[in-house]
Each structure stands twice: as C-alpha cells, then as structure tokens.
C-alpha cells in the first residue's frame, strides 16, 4: 500500500468536504439540510480515514491492517477510490438536482405544540436505554440476546437523540442554547 498517496488523498477530501460543509451550513443558517450529515460522513470515511490508516502504516503497526489473519492493506487504495467514485456521483447527482429544482426544502421545526421539554425528555430517553444497554452489556448481562431489538436500539438510538437535541437548540430560547449546545457536543463526541 502506498500510505502516501492515501494520506494526500485524504487530506483533499478533508479540504473538499470542509469546503462543501461550509457551503451548506451558510445557505441557510436557520434551516436544516440533511445534506450536512453526508457531507460529515464523508468527510471522515474519506479524509480522517484514509489519513489515520497511513499513519498506521507509516509507523509499522501493519497488525492493525490484518483481516481475520490476512494482510488486507492491498485492498485499501483501490476500495477508497472506489468509495470516492461513488462519492463523486451523489455530489455531482445532488448539485444538479438542486440547481434544477425550485428552492431548498429544508426541514423546519415550527410545531407549536412541542415544547423543548418534551424534546429533552425523548432525546435524554433514548440516551438512557442505549447507554443503559451498553452497561449491561459490559457488566457481562446478556443484552445481546434481545436481538434484532439490541441491534436495532445500539445502531440508531444516538443519531435519532441528537437529532432531538439539534432540533431542540432550534426551538429553546436564546439563553438556555448553551449547555443544550455543549451537552449535544459531548454526546456527540461520545459516539464518534
């Protein structure tokens, strides 16, 4: 594997995508585009990645790189351009689908009757049975046997939390934004 050419790679995707994240949160400071999750995916799938495993190899830890006792580093550069192919499609998709369409739907909160508590209290629900679940699964309780359930609760309880929580930042007043804005920050941290 050549880490050189993955590392520069990855570092003109961080650019790029730093780039088209920027753009997107500046056209519509009040709105919300799902397009910014995406373009935050991909700039970690293809930019810290790709750096992070060059830095592996670069410093001899090729253990790292082994697959069920096999050396799969061969297959990393041709699977990361094929992951920016693929990449390339959507955006280009999405740019010309957005330049000839009429103007953004983003999505809005603007329900009257959900209050920010209301808010708080499911985001903080879905927080407690993930991380509740994943206690029990370190305290060696058979968490695991609820199946498609744990499955289910384990891959999208964090995602549908903080999107209540964004969505609730919308919502609260000026001066309670903060600590929501940090407590987001950490929750989010925690997951990556």
Not at 46 to 64: K, R
């Amino acid at each position: 594997m050549d880490e050189g050419v993955l590392c520069a790679n990855g570092a003109i995707s961080i650019v790029l995508y730093s780039f088209l994240l920027r753009r997107e949160i500046v056209r519509d400071p009040f709105g919300f585009s799902p397009f910014i999750f995406y373009l935050f995916l991909g700039w970690m799938r293809l930019g810290l990645v790709p750096i992070y495993l060059s830095a592996v190899v670069t410093f001899g830890d090729v253990d790292a790189l082994s697959f069920a006792g096999y050396d799969t580093s061969a297959h990393y550069i041709p699977g990361y351009h094929l992951e920016l192919l693929g990449d390339w499609f959507f955006l280009v998709g999405y740019l010309v689908f957005r330049r000839f369409s009429g103007p953004p739907k983003l999505l809005r909160f603007h329900n009257p009757g959900v209050h920010v508590n209301a808010l708080l209290r499911s985001a903080f629900f879905l927080l407690a049975i993930l991380y509740g679940m994943r206690l029990a699964l370190y305290l060696d309780f058979p968490v695991s046997h609820l199946g498609q359930l744990y499955t289910f609760i384990n891959a999208y309880a964090a995602s549908a939390a903080l999107l209540v929580l964004i969505f609730a930042i919308k919502k609260s007043p000026f001066s309670r934004r903060l600590p929501l804005v940090f407590f987001t920050a950490v929750v989010f941290l925690v997951e990556l």
